[in-house]
């Protein structure tokens, strides 16, 4: 920790919190896919007996936490983002929600955080198709605080869970504050123009865009969404009650994303507050160059958002 | 097979002649379920259930100590509702209402069912969850065994492979897997390659087994005298592999109309084929 700037990865937070939990209980397990962590292995070194590796075999994996899970344990199931819902949807849709099973799924590499490894390894679905599976909770922090804090809510919640993390190098944003994450929301940011709703990494983009407004005098309120399903609903009518205009913001397909759970929120509710739905058209995206160069070329670089918000949002005038 | 063989397991034979007559009864009643893959491996289950080489206690479903099965082919759902129903895990009056409104017993096995551990239907599924059950015995430190009944032709799933790979691995001499070889799918069979709805070939399926670390028995699975002797020593193996048991059977063993034909997979014969099947079978 010599290096002041340096950010503990959301996966590595979370497994440091897990394995204090699994030390206290023997029934906490770990299946792993053949990915590592430095933070797992002190789980192979101390809890052997809780930690397994099936290889790159992901069905495996999801079915044996399955007959793990129907025994009493509570099993959490490690792989690269994609290979632990759209490569084993079936097994998750049965094993996971039909059984309603205590197995928590996590993905490192949400969106585009394998940026140069191409549509193998980006993840632009996994809310739409996990979100879509009853039973399933749907977790998408945005920090390691976030992150670490899921393992205690994770551990205490019986329900088939999926937490999409990101890569290393996500800036904080909690670590200081007395936050409480039960909600699945948090107001990062007052402001009453409009209100940007956003999930993992676009917590951090919305937060810039904010930024940029307010230089020309507008003024965006921020909400961290790091529970997609189920989304606290009543907190979040609450939390945008009066604004002129809704945001959303998420590196995924806008398919099926957290945009459209809002959208159908406000349908539900008849809610007529008009809403722009920020993320990835119905694309696959070959672009390399990293993921500020995917980010710019599909336009969700903070540039590119701030233009969608004034060509489609009816703006505060003269301020 | 000598006389005293026979009476010895006559009762058993019985028994699965009611349970085939049952099934039909059954599926006849709703025009559904399948009825050639229950056929196949009935045998295979009153040997495990009426001839207790399971240990379960139907009073005390979840039982700690109980063996677990896993009906991987959950197709064959029509096939043990009549066995754990006819061993007290529910009344049998529940089977007149299969697949009804209000019934647990549904064309897949799932667990709502008394008896049933795990939701099976898609194939694939029970191998890699034995794996995690036998583990979990493992972790606890328990002497139960888990069983996997599965079908030949689920073989084409990948995932079994992946599991197979695992099991061989760990050494899970605690998981005993059944595949009921009836060598047919739903289009054609698995290695009589007569026509382009044949195979892919699943041979050699022993020697593919014993690659990946089982230890490998081939019966005749519609015999019970095979069956029996094949799991007298589940329980006292010596080694560290699990089992593997080839039970070579016949997909609508007991009826000529239905036996190792195309077609039945998932058809209920009606009118002149039912008279035909009843004769069959009580023949």
Redo the contacts between chains.
């Keep these: 920790m010599s290096d002041p700037k340096f950010v503990i990865g959301m996966r590595d937070a979370f497994f440091n919190a897990l394995y204090e939990i699994a030390k206290q209980d ?1 029934n906490v ?1 770990i299946i792993t896919a053949d990915n590592g962590a430095p933070t797992l292995d002190q789980f192979s070194q101390n809890l052997p ?2 930690f ?1 590796t ?2 790159i ?1 992901e ?2 994996m ?12 509570k099993v959490y199931t490690y792989a690269i983002a994609p290979f632990v819902t759209t490569r084993v949807h ?2 998750n849709k ?2 996971l929600g ?2 309603n099973l205590p197995i928590v799924n996590l993905g490192v590499g949400a969106g585009y955080a394998y940026d140069i490894m191409g549509p193998t390894h980006h993840t632009v679905e996994d809310i739409t198709i996990m979100r879509s599976i009853p039973n399933m909770k749907v977790h998408s922090p945005a920090d390691s605080s976030t992150a670490a804090s899921l393992a205690q809510i994770s551990y205490n919640d019986p329900s088939p869970q999926y937490i999409r993390f990101d890569r290393t190098g996500i800036p904080d944003l909690y670590s200081d504050k007395n936050v409480d994450f039960k909600s699945g929301l948090i107001k990062v940011k007052d402001g009453e123009d409009l209100c940007i709703i956003a999930t993992g990494i676009m917590v951090h983009q919305a937060l810039a865009v904010a930024s940029e407004l307010h230089k020309e005098g507008i003024e965006a309120g921020v909400i961290d969404l790091h529970r997609i399903k189920p989304i606290a609903k009543d907190i979040l009518m609450k939390c945008i009650q009066g604004y002129p205009q809704i945001v959303t913001m998420e590196e995924h397909l806008l398919a099926g994303g957290m945009g459209s759970a809002i959208a159908e929120i406000f349908i539900d509710e008849s809610i007529t507050t008009p809403i722009l739905r920020i993320g990835q058209d119905d694309k696959f995206v070959f672009d390399l160059g990293g993921r500020q160069a995917i980010w710019e070329a599909h336009g969700l670089d903070v540039a590119g958002i701030l233009k969608q918000i004034k060509e489609k949002l009816i703006l505060p005038i003269a301020r | 097979m000598d006389i005293l063989q026979e009476s010895k397991y006559a009762v058993y034979e019985n028994k699965a002649l009611w349970l085939r007559n049952k099934v039909l009864e059954m599926a006849v009643s709703v025009n559904s379920g399948h009825v050639s893959t229950a056929f196949s491996q009935a045998e295979l289950l009153i040997a495990l259930y009426h001839g207790k080489i399971l240990n379960y206690d139907s009073k005390n479903i979840k039982w700690d100590q109980r063996d677990r099965f896993i009906l991987s082919k959950g197709q064959g759902g029509i096939g043990i509702y009549p066995v754990l129903a006819d061993n007290g895990f529910f009344p049998l009056k529940n089977l007149e209402n299969f697949t009804g409104p209000g019934s647990v017993l549904g064309v897949h096995a799932e667990w709502h069912v008394p008896g049933i551990e795990v939701l099976t239907g898609s194939l694939g599924h029970g191998l890699p969850m034995a794996t995690g059950m036998a583990q979990a015995a493992k972790n606890d430190n328990k002497k139960h065994l888990i069983f996997c009944l599965l079908g030949d032709a689920e073989l084409y799933e990948g995932s079994n492979w992946e599991a197979a790979t695992f099991a061989g691995h760990m050494e899970y001499d605690n998981l005993i897997c059944i595949i009921d070889r009836n060598g047919q799918g739903v289009l054609g069979h698995t290695d009589l390659i007569e026509s382009p709805s044949d195979g892919p070939r699943l041979n050699p399926l022993d020697d593919k087994f014993r690659s990946f670390g089982f230890d490998v028995r081939t019966i005749n699975g519609n015999r019970f005298e095979e069956i029996f002797g094949s799991l007298s020593d589940v329980r006292q193996r010596k080694g560290k592999k699990p089992l593997l048991i080839i039970a070579n059977t016949k997909k609508g063993k007991g009826s000529k109309l239905l036996e190792d034909q195309r077609l039945w997979h998932y058809r209920v014969p009606q009118g002149k084929e039912l008279e035909q099947v009843k004769k069959d079978l009580n023949s």
């Design positions: 023997k397990i007996n809780q397994f099936v290889g075999a069905q495996q999801i079915g044996m936490a399955c007959g793990m899970a129907v025994e009493g344990k079936e097994f049965l094993c039909a059984m």
